[in-house]
């Protein structure tokens, strides 16, 4: 039996690189599962009266914290105030909506005017209020539904890194 060893003197782990090309590679990471996963958000999340432009699936968003640093965090999220009843539901015998805030969307639900809808109001806040209404689960069911998918883009992330830090 022959056995043979051999050994280098370079590579980027010799040389002082493999802090940076892991780190690059942390940051590359992150910020690719980040946008796939606005971009799947974005698809499970329902249409309202303003469509695909505006409204709750305009406002869904991205942003990745500290890249270059051992703590990077990419997060998904919406800046209206609706999107946590939209994404929770609402449980039967809670709180009503907030008076006013389902006008516009009952004039282009119903197809009735500022005046009707404001008459109209009372009546879906109260319905909401008695009997609630599923969470669509927009955010939690990207990330669920695409653990493998995530863990598949991890796996060839960490390959590589470890391409790089052999070179």
């Known amino acids: 039996m022959r056995l043979s060893v051999s050994s280098t003197k370079s ?3 010799l040389d002082g690189r493999g802090p940076e090309i892991t780190q690059t590679g942390l940051d590359r990471l992150v910020t690719l599962v980040t946008m796939f996963l606005l971009a799947e958000t974005k ?6 009266v303003y469509g695909a432009q ?3 699936l305009g406002s869904i968003q991205e942003e990745v914290k ?3 640093t ?4 990419g997060v998904v999220m919406s800046a209206q105030k609706y999107a946590e009843p939209i994404e929770k539901g609402r449980a039967s015998g809670k709180s009503w909506p907030p008076e006013g ?10 197809g009735v005017d500022n005046v009707t809808a404001k008459r109209l109001e009372f009546v879906v806040r109260r319905k909401i209020g008695r009997k609630g209404f599923p969470g669509a689960h927009m955010f939690e ?15 060839a992330e960490g390959f590589k890194i470890a391409v790089e830090l052999e070179s």
Request: no cysteine.
């Open 11 to 13: 590579g980027a782990i």
């Open 43 to 48: 698809k499970r999340t329902p249409q309202g």
């Open 54 to 56: 505006g409204g709750l």
């Open 66 to 68: 500290g890249k270059g």
């Open 70 to 73: 051992p703590v990077i965090k």
């Open 101 to 110: 805030s389902l006008v516009r969307w009952i004039e282009v639900k119903f």
């Open 141 to 155: 069911r990207a990330a669920t539904e695409n653990t493998g998918r995530i863990d598949a883009m991890a796996a």
